[in-house]
């Protein structure tokens, strides 16, 4: 099957998909070079500038350049036109890097016009791959021909796929599934991406599947284009039958060797399932593991999205949890995910007023107690975890602290400051009493955890110790912003896209937004931007009612409630974000994902929107509409100044602000309160990633596949 005396293949290969991407190159290149591999690099032409001398260094180091579509948008294997007004500037930039393989952005691929490209070989078709945006496969784990193009499969699962979408934490499948590979003389092809090589995990898993086979003298470690020249010469080959025996006539003459094998069972190998993993072995651990019960009220776990990041982390970190929620189909997703208990009680009805809140917070207050005694009842916990506002929950943390759990209160808002935002005139005994909940609640936490120095400084003014209050930001995981790929097609008819993205609660206000693109519209006559409001809440009908009352609805469209995965799709196709929120106290959630996306954006100047976003977006005074409507027709008129905000938004959130940096934060709290230390091999930051089984399907023998 494989030249000489080598009965496997195992071929490195690498797409770089963004500029992140080029710059991380060393990340993964570093531990091959130590490890004494070569491996192929695949660039994307025009959708960043590539640096020759990367290509050059990388020529010298015995590696290989290959071509990655052309401007990794979704459309190089789209409309046949497009494909075709493409296809001279890739070919070009194949004779200029001197390649002769392609991969196709997103593994896009279209049978028949993959040999037209006019390479080598292709790399475009996974064995199988139910997680791509084009999901399938070969099912082969050989090389094959289409047409006169030799056909390299992906026969390892994708980085992205593991780490970010299976939210892995080590590198067992793909060893287990290359040792699959190995054992019925497959081709073991791996693809991976220095876009997401600042993931710990990836790295060490990386490193794994390097030093398993370096030493391994029954593997080719060759690179594609040798693969397919090989395939050629095989292909071209034949065996025949002398008095001497079988011999090997043709161009493979000198290399080939004959072998007979028995075929293996026939049976199909599941890499992940229980037993094959050292993760699927752990799980016989889990019920001594450590429990944490989170308790959230205002939204419902599957729509929390800071919830759903320390849910993942923590389980990762072979944590049990339980959370307290209401009601919500969005939960349904987390029913069966291991080591975690949903225990919901039935949504109470949107509040209208005051009495309405203080009905909904005693019937969450009481059902809260029911359901963390039940837990208590049934399984020990070691950590409660406050998800607040409201900060009605201390009296359950005075009793669980009895029975032997520390108290962590997670502050995303400040109770007085948030109803004096959503009542015209506050009443003074009712901020007193809110005060009063503030500092009843911080006696009686062990630790407090909040999202800016705002905060933190009002948590200790409640009560909290200096030392026990922890900054974890809210920012997105990085991994899913790096995983998205923009939609042109969500402009529509409009030559701009502004995004507004989060609950529509009464203190976001979403009428000041109406109001700005108002002015932007009819004051100042910007009828090529098209504006998507995406989210829920109590607000949502309010928001519709008013956009038709100003004349909007030819302009602005609402989406309602959409998986994280839509609103990131919006995100990278966007020109721009507004936020209009006057609440001084908080770091907008929206403003950190404009930034990761590199959407520049105008909010009003408030003091910690200010502090995260300085140089990502523009700021007008507080309620001036008209001058937050000018900032946005001064960035679409701006396309330099928009793309250079972007890109200092973008490199913040990378370098500080994206979960994966405040995820250690979190889980060193926790930690202490268990008294466990913490362990940096653990995976940290892929909350927010798709939460689906992890098994992935190897393929099935050889015979089967004949």
Known sequence: MWPGDRSWALVLTHDVDTEIGHRNVHLLREPERLAGYRSSWNFVPERYAVDPSVLRRLREEGCEIGVHGLRHDGRDLGPRKIFEQRLPSIRAYAEQWGAVGFRSPATHRVWEWMPELGFDYDSSYPDTDPYEPQPGGCC?????????????????????????????????VWIDKARHLRDRGGMALVL????????????????????????????????????????????????????????????????????????????AHVLGSPGTSERSRSGSDRATAPHVLIVVENVALGEDIRVRKQVQ???????????????????????????????????????????????EYAVSFAW??????????????????????????????RLHKLLGAAVLVDQRDLMPELFALRQERPLPAVTSFLRWLERRTQRAADEAICTNDYQKARLIAAGAAPDRATLVLNGPVHDRVLGTTPDASLKGEFSFLCCWIGKMGRQDRVDLALRTVEHAVHDLGRKDVGFVFLGNGECLEEAQ???????????????????????????????LGIDASLQGDVSPVKIFEYMAFGVAFV?????????????????????????????????????????????????????????????????TVVDRLVGRGRRPSRR????AARELPPRILAIEDAEALS
């Open 140 to 172: 082969s784990y050989l090389p094959f021909f289409n047409q006169e193009q030799v056909e390299l499969p992906i026969t390892l699962p994708q980085d992205h796929t593991l780490f970010a979408i299976l939210g892995q934490t080590d590198g067992d």
């Open 192 to 267: 991976t991406h220095p876009d997401y090589a600042m993931n710990p995990s990836l790295l060490g898993a990386w490193s794994r599947l390097l030093n398993e086979f370096r030493d391994d003298d029954t593997v080719w470690r060759a690179l594609p284009r040798e693969v397919a020249c090989w395939w050629r010469r095989r292909a071209a080959s034949v065996i025949r039958e002398t008095d001497n025996g079988w011999r090997v006539e043709g161009p493979a003459a000198g290399e080939a060797r004959i072998r007979t094998a028995t075929p293996p069972t026939r049976s």
């Open 313 to 359: 982390d923590l389980l990762t970190a072979g944590y049990r949890v339980s959370v307290v929620t209401k009601s919500d189909p969005a939960n349904e997703a987390y029913y069966e995910r291991p080591g975690l208990t949903v225990l919901e009680y039935p949504a109470p009805p949107e509040p209208e007023g005051l009495l309405g809140y203080v009905r």
């Open 368 to 397: 809260a107690t029911l359901l963390s005694i039940k837990a208590r009842l049934g399984d020990r916990f070691d950590v409660l975890q406050l998800c607040q506002p409201p900060d009605i929950y201390f009296p359950i943390a």
């Open 545 to 575: 009612a008013l956009s038709t009352q100003l004349g909007l609805d030819p302009w602005v469209s609402f989406t309602g409630w959409v998986p994280e995965s839509t609103v990131f799709t919006y995100l990278a196709s966007a020109d």
């Open 603 to 667: 909010s009003f100047d408030l003091p910690e929107t200010r502090t995260i976003g300085t140089g990502a977006g523009l700021f007008a005074p507080s309620r001036d509409v008209p001058a937050l409507a000018r900032a946005l027709i001064a960035l679409l008129d701006d396309p330099d100044q928009r793309a250079e905000l972007g890109r200092a938004g973008r490199d913040r959130v990378r370098d500080q602000l994206a979960w994966e940096h405040q995820a250690t934060r979190y889980l």
């Open 684 to 687: 940290l930051g892929t909350a």
